[in-house]
């Protein structure tokens, strides 16, 4: 499966950005997807992820109320809504799929898009 972020930008506190990974490939071998993101200094962290089998959805607590994520119904776009935006949400964001196939278990990544929130 492969990756690719958009919509990351500059922009203000308080403002809103939308995030899209689009997927190609073996979409179909894909159980769920997340964003996570990766600040200067700082390691890679989960910011919300959701289920193929149930649409079941999990989000960090410093995003929670504040960032939605979604996808089509053909799991080929993830979004991630992000509204409220704050300078600490400042980092890269990489979208991220986890697969099951015949050889088991395995995950992809985008390149990453960077958000920037100035105070």
């Known amino acids: 499966v492969q990756l690719v972020e958009s919509g990351g930008g500059l922009v203000q506190a308080g403002g809103s950005l939308r995030l899209s990974c689009a997927a190609s490939g073996s979409t179909f071998s894909i159980n769920a997807m997340g964003w996570y993101r990766q600040a200067p200094g700082k390691q890679r962290e989960l910011v919300a992820d959701i289920t193929r089998r149930d649409g079941t959805t999990h989000y960090a607590d410093s995003v929670k109320g504040r960032f939605t994520i979604s996808r089509d119904n053909d799991w080929n776009t993830m979004y991630l809504q992000m509204n409220s935006l704050k300078p600490e949400d400042t980092a890269v964001y990489y979208c991220?799929?986890?697969?099951?196939?015949?050889?088991?278990?395995?995950?992809?990544w985008g390149q990453g898009t960077q958000v920037t929130v100035s105070s």
């Open positions: 991220n799929a986890r697969t099951i196939g015949r050889l088991g278990l395995g995950s992809s």
